[in-house]
């Protein structure tokens, strides 16, 4: 480890003997003197230890340098060891929460394409009982609490869990299928960070979107003596029978009804409005969900405070 010092315009006191100085030229050709930490360090705290014997010396009436010697000041040494840098656990494959803390890891919840899953940064500080990282920690101060809280949070409602916004965590096998991630290489990942994943979480929920087919009309024969059921196809019924024909009124008024809420609901889930970050077009819902202005497929979620997309 080295330090660079300009000899030009340098006007203090050097700590070292100019003679001890390896000289060399540098950046712009100015001559520049490249000193070795330890050596700068080294010198300081003999100076400092100089300057204590001096003062233990005069108060207690000892000989300064019987004092020198007797500590063996002259042959201090100091050694800068290297510690080699430990670099954060990163994967391109995200993965789901497993029920376990990491407590070396930060305790604010990530959104994480839907998996509420631990911010993988190392704490460095305590907040209200909770180690968070420096980035969290910037989110909390601005808003008193994190956009999604912390895991220990998720830990205590388990598959009950909704984040502050309502939402229920996304299945990590239709996390999986979106991003064409293959079984096997979360398996290998997973054997990598020393997790088990859930069978469950693997399956895919199918849901179909759209108006309900509509539900057949049964009519009792009130002539039949064992009371079958004869099924009436689609038309104008007879006129003899009105007390089918109120059913089936009744019956097409709720299915009409059925048919205004869905409508109503489809169009709350559509209203959008259209939002551009740095020159790219999305649609963003009113709870801040941003879609694809082509697929009109969920993207991720709109962070106000921070001023971040925060993908899925």
């Not at 080295?2 to 001890?20: D, H, R, T, Y």
């Not at 060399?24 to 003999?46: A, D």
């Not at 007797?70 to 201090?76: A, P």
């Not at 993988?120 to 808003?143: A, D, F, L, Q, T």
């Amino acid at each position: 480890m080295f330090n660079l010092f300009f000899k030009k315009g340098f006007k203090g006191k050097f700590p070292l003997e100019w003679s001890k100085i390896k000289k060399l030229k540098g950046w712009w050709g100015r001559e520049c003197v490249v000193v070795k930490m330890e050596e700068i360090v080294s010198n300081m705290l003999k100076n400092y230890g100089d300057r204590i014997l001096r003062e233990l010396s005069v108060k207690y009436k000892i000989d300064y340098e019987e004092m020198r010697k007797s500590v063996g000041i002259e042959k201090l040494e100091v050694r800068v060891e290297r510690v080699e840098r430990v670099e954060r656990e990163s994967s391109k494959i995200p993965m789901p929460f497993v029920g376990v803390i990491r407590e070396e890891y930060c305790n604010v919840i990530r959104l994480n394409h839907g998996l509420y899953t631990q911010c993988k940064n190392r704490c460095s500080i305590s907040e209200n009982g909770y180690n968070v990282c420096e980035r969290c920690i910037k989110e909390i101060e601005k808003n008193g609490k994190p956009t999604y809280g912390y895991i220990q949070e998720r830990v205590e409602k388990g598959e009950d869990y909704r984040c502050p916004k309502g939402k229920k965590v996304v299945k990590y096998g239709k996390v999986m299928e979106k991003l064409n991630i293959k079984r096997e290489d979360v398996e290998k990942e997973a054997k990598r960070q020393g997790i088990v994943i859930d069978e469950k979480e693997f399956e895919i929920e199918k849901t179909k979107r759209g108006r309900p087919s509509k539900r057949e009309t049964a009519v009792v024969d009130s002539s039949s003596e064992e009371g079958d059921v004869v099924k009436r196809g689609r038309g104008r019924p007879k006129k003899e029978k009105k007390s089918v024909i109120s059913d089936l009124k009744s019956e097409k008024l709720r299915e009409k009804e059925e048919e205004v809420e869905i409508e109503v609901e489809v169009e709350k889930e559509l209203a959008v409005t259209e939002f551009i970050f740095k020159g790219k077009k999305y649609l963003k819902a009113g709870d801040n969900t941003l879609y694809d202005l082509d697929t009109h497929e969920e993207v991720g979620m709109w962070n106000p405070s921070n001023n971040i997309i925060e993908l899925c």
